[in-house]
């Protein structure tokens, strides 16, 4: 194998003709945004895999990505932007640098769910408030305990279809000034319109809204929660040493990680977030809410197909979940067979629904003929 | 922006001619092994970046790059093999998962220091034992507390350039068989011939001597650290929540991961790995020996140069270390003019060392002309 010898093997062929590929309706991970390859061809050609992550380049490759998010979803300075390995690896974070003792779970899903499960492995006191699967919260209706230090809200539930609108979890907050509150957004963002002048903590990964290959998380903390961190940092338990709050920020100031991270997805997530900019954040927002109109509307009204989630205002806006009349299997490969990859439910759900994305990545166009084939059923 | 119509944009332009690229001979991230840029290719025609983790094709894709890193290191069934963010990420899983309460740390440069930190920084009460930076460790002075729990190796030192022979590591394990021993590889795996029917545990990164970008740690762990983390997970410390052994062993019998992997360098792992073995183990451990003894030859005998390890037997056949006689910065700009990229010292000693990597995806011919350029400065 002659693997050393003169200039490297080229990306020389085109992308597979369009009509010999999948569109990918799946909720993570999800179809690529359109133009991931070809950053990802001008990574390669960058030697972006190659480059030190204590170089001027990587300095400026994360700070040119925390930028472009900040703008995209208005983070304020207040807050760092951190990497990690994965969504799931900040909820431990989280828990480890946010809480001496006791957090407080709203659970609308198998999600927020394993939140409230790790923070009973990191051995905090747990208190939560459930809702049956497919329902949701409103603020109205939360009843906070006295001792709970930090309030853990999933936004959007990948696994029900559930969300918790933006508006009540701002009062949960505002009413809960004191607590330091962290929200799931892992599957929704830049959709959720977060005011980060309230929320302390949030997080997402990458291989969800953003189109882009799983393999990295995003933690967005404000100093509150690592004044908390720094306290904890020296009482009876630990913090964690990977990862930790003020490791991460202490880095951060410089632009730079602990450890070696994921350099080439945050060149990448830094790029598709400068794409979702150009288009501007509000057309984001409006062409999502009009494609997931389309697809509850198609599913209320067909035959064989019913919303999973009743009430209209705990619809998620990015992952549509329909209760299907017959095995979604079927279903799932008769669409397949027209070149589109919907979900199957979640869990014990698992034949008995079906799971839609509706990201960026996929435009109103494809939704339209995902409609179409599915109406045809 | 016409993000979404038509078909996708295409890898339509060939690689930049191979003049226009920089050689990489950093410690990692390093060059990427040649044949990355087809596996990408590849996997992109494929859309890995969009299959599901729960999915039969993620399964076969994590069966293949576990069969075949078994084949290359020749890892028994004994051992499971299992996905984390990165090496860091392991020194933390290992300690929660291996230790109740002491663990012992053969330090012998800065990031077998930095595991014996985070072992403090996850409240075990740490033994070492420790080198003057530059200087390795034999298998005779080696003197093991009672109590230790874990022998914490570093098999190679990324930032000092020295080596822990594999004999005396295995020495080591032999005559304390009632420990687990975890093994760092991080920067050399797969060079070291490590005996998997002794060693327990073992770990690494992708972007060191398999070539490929950051992202990924490798954890290999056999059944006996599987055991004490089902016996420490009923006590009074936590394992942790995220990347536990007890679940990711759970997840991997299934070929499966407890939360969305990075399955993009999962699926060019497999195919590295796969390369590696068309070649065989025992070629690329010759091969890294002669690159290593020409780079010592050389620097042994240039006046501007000095081999940091004075020992032969504690010099890294992977990361080769020289103190340099002018500073480095000036070394380094050289070296980049004529299209190389070489590293500096570590730490305190940026200035007056430079680090060579020494990794299958540069060729006996690049390293000869690496030195040849150093020769003429």
């Not at 190659?50 to 983070?75: G, N, P, T």
């Not at 696994?159 to 979890?169: A, C, E, F, L, N």
């Not at 880095?251 to 400068?274: C, D, M, Q, R, S």
């Not at 209760?323 to 199957?344: D, F, H, L, R």
Request: a neutral charge.
């Amino acid at each position: 194998m002659n693997r050393n010898a003169g200039p490297k093997p080229a990306f020389l062929h085109p992308y597979l003709s369009h009509s010999m590929k999948q569109v990918y309706f799946t909720a993570g991970p999800a179809e690529l945004y359109p133009t991931v390859y070809a950053h990802l061809q001008e990574a390669m050609d960058r030697q972006i895999g190659s480059i030190s992550h204590r170089s001027a380049q990587f300095r400026s490759i994360y700070q040119f990505c925390a930028e472009q998010l900040r703008a995209l979803m208005s983070i304020p300075e207040t807050h760092g932007i951190f990497f990690t390995g994965s969504a799931s690896e900040v909820w431990e974070r989280v828990l480890l640098n946010c809480v001496e003792h006791e957090s407080f779970h709203l659970i609308n899903g198998s999600f927020s769910k394993k939140f409230c499960e790790y923070a009973t492995a990191v051995h905090k006191y747990t208190h939560k408030q459930e809702k049956p699967f497919g329902e949701g919260f409103d603020y109205g209706e939360v009843e906070v305990p006295e001792y709970a230090e930090l309030i853990a809200v999933t936004q959007n539930e990948t696994s029900s279809g559930v969300q918790m609108r933006t508006v009540d979890i701002h009062k949960l907050k505002r009413s809960n000034g004191r607590k330091l509150m962290a929200v799931d957004i892992v599957s929704s963002a830049p959709y959720p319109d977060l005011d980060f002048s309230l929320i302390d903590s949030a997080f997402f990964s990458v291989q969800k809204a953003f189109g882009l290959p799983a393999g990295l998380g995003v933690w967005i903390a404000n100093e509150k929660c690592l004044e908390k961190a720094e306290l904890l940092r020296h009482g009876d338990q630990t913090i964690g040493a990977h990862n930790s709050l003020p490791l991460l920020w202490k880095n951060f100031k410089n632009y730079e990680t602990p450890a070696t991270p994921n350099v080439l997805l945050i060149y990448l997530l830094g790029k598709i977030a400068e794409d979702f900019n150009r288009i501007g954040v509000e057309t984001i927002r409006k062409e999502t809410e009009e494609k997931a109109k389309s697809l509850y509307k198609f599913i209320e009204n067909h035959p064989l197909f019913e919303p999973f989630v009743k009430e209209e205002r705990h619809r998620s806006r990015t992952v549509v979940v329909a209760t299907t009349k017959k095995p979604s299997s079927e279903i799932i490969a008769k669409v397949k067979e027209s070149g589109m990859v919907i979900g199957s439910g979640y869990g014990q759900f698992k034949d008995s629904q079906i799971r839609i994305a509706n990201f960026p990545a996929t435009s109103a166009g494809q939704v339209g003929r995902l409609i179409d084939v599915l109406g045809k059923l």
